[in-house]
């Protein structure tokens, strides 16, 4: 059974830094690419940022150059370190596969960002 468990979430102020893991198992998580998503209040689940089996990554035009994805294939964990949040930024934070599968969506882990 998979099971992805998001971590690291929080409340920050207008500014700060917070760094997200992602810890999988039930899965051989070198092989795929992974992906983290957020959901904010009345809004649709988005892809936030993305990394190969290979390394390479991927961002979405909201977040570059404030997130970084990465991933430690030793530990089955993926991590996204978030810097200069906004308050545009708070919402639940998800790990998943990309593209995602349906089963895998844990319980997220909360980012707010104060103003």
């Known amino acids: 059974q998979v099971q992805l468990v998001e971590s690291g979430g929080g409340l920050v102020q207008a500014g700060g830094s917070l760094r997200l893991s992602c810890s999988a198992s039930?899965?051989?998580?070198?092989?795929?690419?992974m992906g983290w998503y957020r959901q904010a209040p009345g809004k649709q689940r988005e892809l936030v940022a993305s990394?190969?089996?290979?390394?390479?990554?991927d961002y979405a035009d909201f977040v570059k150059g404030r997130l970084t994805i990465s991933r430690d294939n030793a530990k089955n964990t993926v991590y996204l370190q978030m810097n200069s949040l906004k308050p545009e930024d708070t919402a639940l934070y998800y790990c998943?596969?990309?593209?995602?599968?349906?089963?895998?969506w844990g319980q997220g882990t909360q980012v707010t960002v104060s103003s």
């Open positions: 039930g899965i051989i998580f070198r092989l795929y690419t």
């Open positions: 990394i190969t089996s290979g390394g390479s990554l």
């Open positions: 998943n596969l990309n593209p995602p599968r349906t089963s895998f």
